[in-house]
């Protein structure tokens, strides 16, 4: 599996953007980037995923590095029901589940 | 809607008093798993269920049985529960796991308290 390194936290004020990153220097040239995000007291839920190119959906976008050693998963305007722990998992081809490692706590303040 | 369904979403039970945590997706997903979440071990993968009647076992399947008698529903049974299973879990599904662009939907969680 990929090792992943994301900060512990984050902090950001209401309506501000933020750019949660991630180091995934072990990636595989086949492996997408995943995010996830858990609330708090619930499942973790999907975010968003990519390949090589940048991708925009209506949660986030992120950020893929040429070299794909890194990503940024970006918030353009971060609300109170953002914060969440954050993870960014890159997914191995086959059977494999998705592996969470710590993740990082963003904490937005109104 | 669709979504993934578990219950109970609390329990507190006594060792040895054997439970089942059901879950239940509407979503025709092939793919089905239960999860743990911990403090500071993060989630880890406890079984998974490929398709009907074909299971397998995650990172730490000890302790836990399932059964895929349904495409639908995938229940989590302890036998013989222990204070050491004391956590939150978590059912998660997705269309097929071999499309490594498949999202995975989770459950609520559920609570469970060992005593």
């Known amino acids: 599996d990929a090792k992943t390194t994301q900060p512990n936290s984050m902090e950001s004020n209401e309506e501000e953007p933020v750019h949660l990153p991630c180091n995934h220097s072990?990636?595989?040239?086949?492996?997408?980037i995943h995010w996830y995000r858990q609330l708090p007291s619930q499942g973790p839920e999907y975010v968003i995923h990519?390949?090589?190119s940048n991708v925009n959906n209506r949660m986030a976008s992120l950020a893929i590095a040429e070299d794909r050693k890194s990503s940024t998963l970006i918030l353009h305007r971060a609300t109170l029901r953002d914060a969440a722990v954050y993870y960014c998992i890159p997914t191995n081809s086959g059977n494999t589940p998705l592996v969470f490692g710590k993740g990082t706590r963003l904490s937005v303040i109104a | 809607e669709a979504q993934v369904t578990q219950n109970p979403r609390y329990l507190i039970t006594v060792t040895g008093k054997k439970l089942t945590v059901t879950c239940s997706q509407n979503m025709n997903h092939e793919y089905m798993s239960w999860y743990r979440q911990d403090p500071g071990l993060g989630l880890r993968q406890i079984y998974y269920?490929?398709?009907?009647?074909?299971?397998d076992k995650g990172d730490v399947p000890e302790g836990y049985k399932v059964s895929r008698k349904e495409k639908r529903n995938f229940p989590l049974i302890l036998e013989s529960p222990s204070p050491n299973q004391t956590s939150l879990y978590f059912c998660?599904?997705?269309?097929?796991?071999?499309?490594?662009?498949?999202?995975?939907?989770f459950g609520p969680g559920t609570r469970l308290t060992v005593l």
């Open positions: 998660a599904s997705s269309f097929q796991i071999r499309a490594r662009t498949d999202t995975q939907y």
């Open positions: 072990t990636i595989s040239g086949t492996d997408y």
């Open positions: 269920s490929m398709n009907v009647e074909v299971t």
């Open positions: 990519g390949l090589t």
